[in-house]
């Protein structure tokens, strides 16, 4: 399974950004979104189960983050509205085929990894 992930890049705090991702490979997955900023350990941010119908939000996502399926199958989008500085960092997109609820993957358990992409916010 390869993820390839697209959005990324500079924006202005306040500002909005959408992160995609795309999973390769038969089957559904779970899918979520973690970051990691320098000298931080990697976090969640946003999961949602194989289905659609789980989503988990990290404390700092809750109310600005949007995690939703594409229409084209194992497809992820992260829309991220209200950007702040502290949201600087590298997104991991990542996939995973047990069908647990989103909550599940609040510790990174998942089996398949994108390259990660920057999201840099400026003050």
């Known amino acids: 399974v390869q993820l390839q992930a697209s959005g990324g890049g500079l924006v202005q705090a306040g500002g909005s950004m959408r992160l995609s991702c795309a999973a390769s490979?038969?089957?559904?997955?779970?899918m979520g979104w973690f970051r990691q900023a320098p000298g931080k350990e990697r976090e969640i941010v946003a999961a949602?189960?194989?289905?659609?119908?789980?989503?988990f939000y990290s404390d700092s996502a809750k109310g600005r983050f949007t995690i939703s399926r594409g229409n084209v199958k194992n497809t992820v989008n992260l829309q991220m509205n209200s950007l702040k500085p502290e949201d600087t960092a590298v997104y991991y997109c990542?996939?995973?085929?047990?069908?647990?609820?989103?909550?599940?993957?609040?510790?990174?358990?998942?089996?398949?990894w994108g390259n990660g992409t920057q999201v840099t916010v400026s003050s």
């Open positions: 949602i189960n194989w289905s659609g119908a789980s989503t």
């Open positions: 990542a996939a995973d085929p047990k069908m647990f609820s989103a909550q599940y993957y609040i510790g990174g358990d998942m089996d398949y």
């Open positions: 490979g038969r089957g559904s997955f779970a």
